[in-house]
């Protein structure tokens, strides 16, 4: 199990904005375009703690 949430970790941070996007475009569920929100607005967090220099 733990190999597998390393795996999902690393799937996730080379997610794109954009490709969150597009994923959040196609869902099919509101359920499933929160879940798209929610890691597009941790990728944006993340660069703007890149940006800002933590």
Known sequence: MESENNRIYDI???C???QLKTL???AKSKE???F???L???????EQEK???R
């Open 40 to 46: 597009s607005n941790m990728v944006l967090q993340r």
């Open 24 to 26: 959040f475009k196609k």
């Open 32 to 34: 499933e375009q929160d």
């Open 36 to 38: 798209y929100i929610m």
């Open 16 to 18: 794109s904005y954009s």
């Open 12 to 14: 996730f941070l080379n």
């Open 51 to 53: 940006v800002l220099g």
